[in-house]
């Protein structure tokens, strides 16, 4: 069963600093993994979708990575600002069951400080 | 709005009652996901439909939770004689097809709260 772990659980940063989030998970038989953001009383929106044969993608300030032999991928966030505060999840796409169900970690919440 | 719909936002029911919570996908979206989300446990997944049919329905919890999806669009989830540990929130999602790379996009939820 696949499993989704992301660390830290939380996170404080000044506003201007570079940030790395990290995410792991068990089963390297997955389609993609995507980074979403969640904003409190809100829905996800996705922020980044990486397929398996992919080892980045970017957009803006944000670059996201991944290893799939290793299991792991990293969401960068360059010179964060008090509006990316939010709860960042991240989701895999695996092969072990149809219909393309996402599995997700517990996220990392987010506080940029001015 | 072009977004997923849902309703209510919130809703706050006793214990026993049946509640019907509604999602109304991206227009010509035919894939359509229910997902749980609560304290301690993350998001999960209950259901898939594509159109009509629920291929993978092994995420529903107990047989009180139910769904349907009429015409290929809006979907109910109804789940009956409630318990407080089905309070969450239940957050629903489309894509424009199944495959791999579809990206799912979701609605804002349903708050519910179990007394």
């Known amino acids: 069963k696949q499993e989704v772990t992301q660390i830290p659980a939380a996170l404080s940063v000044p506003e201007g600093e570079n940030l790395v989030l990290n995410c792991s998970f068990t089963?390297?038989?997955?389609?993609?993994l995507q980074w979403f953001r969640q904003d409190p009383g809100k829905g996800l929106t996705s922020l980044l979708l990486i397929q398996s044969s992919q080892r980045e993608q970017t957009s803006g300030r944000l670059n996201a990575s991944l290893d799939k032999s290793s299991g792991r991928s990293t969401l960068y966030i360059a010179a964060s600002q008090p509006g990316d505060s939010a709860t960042y999840l991240c989701?895999?796409?695996?092969?072990?069951?149809?219909?393309?169900?996402?599995?997700f970690g517990e996220g990392t919440q987010l506080t940029v400080n001015p | 709005g072009a977004g997923v719909s849902q309703s209510p936002s919130n809703k706050v029911t006793e214990k026993g009652k049946d509640v019907e919570l509604r999602c109304d996908p991206i227009?010509?979206?035919?894939?359509l996901y229910w997902y749980r989300q609560s304290l301690g446990q993350g998001l999960e997944f209950l259901i898939y439909?594509?159109?009509?049919?629920?291929?993978?329905k092994s995420g529903l919890p107990s047989d009180r939770f139910s769904a349907e999806r009429t015409g290929g669009s809006v979907s109910t989830l109804t789940i009956q004689r409630t318990q407080q540990e089905d309070s969450a929130v239940y957050l629903c999602a489309s894509s424009s097809r199944t495959g791999p790379n579809q990206p799912q996009h979701f609605g804002d939820g349903t708050r519910l709260s179990i007394l």
């Open positions: 089963d390297s038989a997955i389609y993609n």
């Open positions: 989701a895999v796409k695996g092969k072990e069951t149809s219909g393309s169900r996402l599995t």
């Open positions: 439909f594509q159109g009509n049919s629920a291929p993978d």
């Open positions: 227009s010509g979206h035919t894939a």
